[in-house]
Every structure is written in structure tokens, then in C-alpha cells.
């Protein structure tokens, strides 16, 4: 990247695909991050920019990198493999780190009780993943297609959609008369087909049509 397409990232702030650092200072917090990158669309780490967007740059490069790729092959499963670029504004060094949308998803990060959590990026924070995320996410890595057979249930929820606009994963399982675990798998197969859409809130996941 040249200095304009990372000022231009800097103007627009962080979001989904955009994280900013003033430094490294912790493994199982960056690991979360890239790991909600590389469970979503993918995304970059500036490092040596506060949250702000003051470009600060940073003191020690290979401190940086260190950090990163420790928690990238220690603190993610599977492993992730960052793509460093060095980008320098005068004498300030803003060390730019890609993580790619991986197709061995769902990722994990090593989190501080010594517990695998994945998550994903909504909006600029790294979330954790309910169990359909990860149940889509597992799904749609694979190779298989999604057979969906319209019964009641599928069609009974695409109905409800169509009036009320959404539904979480509670109203669903009271609007089929089932448990949630079969409300769960019905969500699931509607989204790998892409009928419906998950909408993940830091507060709240729900579903609605597409």
C-alpha cells in the first residue's frame, strides 16, 4: 500500500475491515481481531495509529511483527498467516498488517482463561460468534452444497419474514413449535441458501430475508 490508500483507510475509520493499533500489547487481544478478519470479509491492522487516527508510528518493527505472528500461529486456530507492509509518513513508521478472508473457517483465538472463542467483526469491534455463525461458518467452508426440502417450518418462517421483517433465533423457535436446536437448523440451512441474512448487533443477533 502507498501512503494515500492508507491515509484514505485512516479518513474512513475503523469498521468492519479496518483496525487501528498505537501498539501491540497483548496476544489475545490481537488475536481476537484477526481472527474476526480472517472469520468475515478480511481486513487490515494499522499499527502505529491511536484510535483517533493520529498517526504516531511505531518504536520497535520487529517487536510489532513479533507480537503479531506469535498470536497469529499461537494464539489463532488454525493458524493465520499475516502479510506485513511497511508504509512511513516522514519519519513515523505505520506498519500495515493484511489478513485475508480465510477458507478454513471458523478461527479461534486463545483467550485469557486459556479458552478457544471464535468471533467476528461487527461494524469496529470483534464479537463473539453465536452458534449459528459458526455453524454457517463450518457449512460454508466446505465443499458440500445446501439441499434445502421446503416444509412447513421453512415455509412458515419465510412467511413471517415477509410480514414482520425479522426474527431471532427465540421467535423462531416459538413460531415453529420446536426446540432450538431444530429452529438453529432451520435458520441455517435458509442462510447457506441465501434466503435469509444474519444481522449480528453487539447487543443482539436476528435474521431477516434477503
Given at each position: ?40 470479509k ?5 499499527i ?10 511505531v ?15 499461537f ?70 452444497g445446501?439441499?434445502?426440502?421446503y ?60
Amino acid at each position: 500500500m502507498n501512503k494515500t490508500n492508507v491515509k484514505k483507510l485512516i479518513f474512513e475509520g475503523e469498521g468492519v475491515t479496518v483496525d487501528f493499533k498505537k501498539t501491540i500489547t497483548s496476544c489475545e487481544k490481537i488475536a481476537r481481531t484477526m481472527v474476526s478478519f480472517a472469520n468475515n470479509k478480511g481486513g487490515k491492522l494499522l499499527i502505529g495509529v491511536t484510535d483517533d487516527g493520529t498517526i504516531k508510528g511505531v518504536k520497535s518493527d520487529d517487536e510489532e511483527r513479533y507480537m503479531i505472528t506469535k498470536a497469529a500461529h499461537f494464539f489463532s486456530r488454525p493458524a493465520l498467516e499475516p502479510v506485513f507492509e511497511e508504509v512511513y509518513f516522514d519519519d513515523k513508521l505505520v506498519l500495515v498488517v493484511e489478513i485475508t478472508s480465510s477458507e478454513l473457517k471458523p478461527h479461534y483465538a486463545l483467550a485469557e482463561d486459556g479458552k478457544w472463542w471464535a468471533y467476528v467483526r461487527v461494524k469496529d469491534k470483534s464479537v463473539l460468534a453465536s452458534k449459528i455463525v459458526l455453524e454457517v461458518l463450518k457449512r460454508s467452508s466446505n465443499d458440500q452444497g445446501v439441499l434445502i426440502e421446503y416444509s412447513e417450518n421453512e415455509s412458515t418462517l419465510l412467511g413471517h419474514l415477509e410480514k414482520a421483517g425479522r426474527i431471532t433465533i427465540k421467535e423462531c423457535s416459538e413460531l415453529l413449535k420446536v426446540g432450538r436446536r431444530r429452529a438453529q437448523n432451520v435458520l441455517v440451512d435458509l442462510i447457506l441458501s441465501g434466503l435469509i441474512k444474519i444481522n449480528t448487533t453487539e447487543k443482539e443477533e436476528y435474521y431477516t430475508a434477503c
